[in-house]
């Protein structure tokens, strides 16, 4: 018998979610991001489950753009990262793809490379993330060039991201916006600044396009706020089965380590996933698991395909009872605060080996 180790993943969440967000911004365009493997989700699967309910999806790089057009995704994508090379904008261009500029060297290629047909072009300002981007000052000579340009299809968007839309009250959201808000009067074209966070904390930021990410897959973007009180729903359940419950004496030590102690005789379940399936080896003691709709505490450090947890509070627990990791009854959101990790990076480290099931639409 193979890994229980599971992945459900849930279309009706998936479109649930797809629903939440276009009636927080009904007048504004969804740019779905897929890209990091569709958070985690898989690339293509999530795309299509996607295509026929929003209207564009990102990506960062050609070649995530390249494997959504060969499994059959029709609509517009987004290289949210620009081109890389010259000879990716022929491709760009022959495949449809809307390009971000974001440097002088992605404006250089377009003024020497021919291409096929015009592309849809988006310019990335820097409006105080520090990451990609024109200042304000340089992009206005990079709007001239692309507004100008006969490679660029109209209309131009001027597109920029926001550094801490995941803290409303950071005055940095302030400046960002009124730097933004310049944009819109001094560069005419259509507009894009939220993520998921600022989906939901600045409203009047909308636009014409949104580009949701973690919100897509029901997860929240605030720290202490539930999905749920967003009305968001978890797509990704990750499962696995109970291998193992060992009664262990007051004194033992539990995994590698000897990082627990047993503080009286109890029951250890042994579960069969760990960070060799994308489970954060840095969870404390006391991260929850669900088993038996019970939370049980985690004990011991994660080992490679197991971990281990205190079934005290479920004594009546079995060898093959299911395990849900996190998901449905168990926010992944809850789990990360008991790591040094974060819900992307928790959602994109599941590997592999791991069976990835999507329920039916």
Known sequence: MSRTALAILSTENLLHNINTIRSHAPHSKIVAMV?????????????????????????????????????GIKIPI???????????????????????????????????????????????????LGRLGFTLDEAQTAYTLLHTSTKIKPPLTMMSHFACADTPENPLNKTQCDIFK????????????????????MPDMHYDYIRPGLALYGISPFMGCSAASLNLKPVMTIRSTLIAINMLAKGSSVGYGARYTCSEQMPIGVVAFGYGDGYPISARDGTPVLIQNTRCPLVGRISMDMLTVDLRTCPQAQ??????????????EEVAVHTQSIPWALLTSVQHRVQFLWTQP
């Open 319 to 332: 060898i093959g009872d299911t395990v849900t990791l996190w998901g449905d009854e168990l926010p992944l």
């Open 182 to 201: 310049k944009i819109t009067v001094l560069m005419h074209g259509n507009y894009s600044i939220c993520n998921s966070a600022a989906l939901f904390a």
């Open 35 to 71: 890209k990091a493997n569709g958070y985690g989700h898989g690339l293509r699967s999530s795309a299509l489950k996607m295509q026929n309910y929003v209207d564009m999806l990102g990506v960062s790089s050609i070649d995530e753009a390249l494997a959504l057009r060969k499994v």
């Open 78 to 128: 987004l290289l949210a990262e620009g081109v890389f090379e010259s000879r990716e904008l022929v491709i760009a261009s022959a495949e449809k793809f809307a390009v971000a500029f974001h440097n002088n060297a992605q404006l250089e290629w377009l003024r020497n490379t021919m291409l096929p047909q015009p592309l849809s072009g988006w310019l990335k300002i820097n409006t105080g």
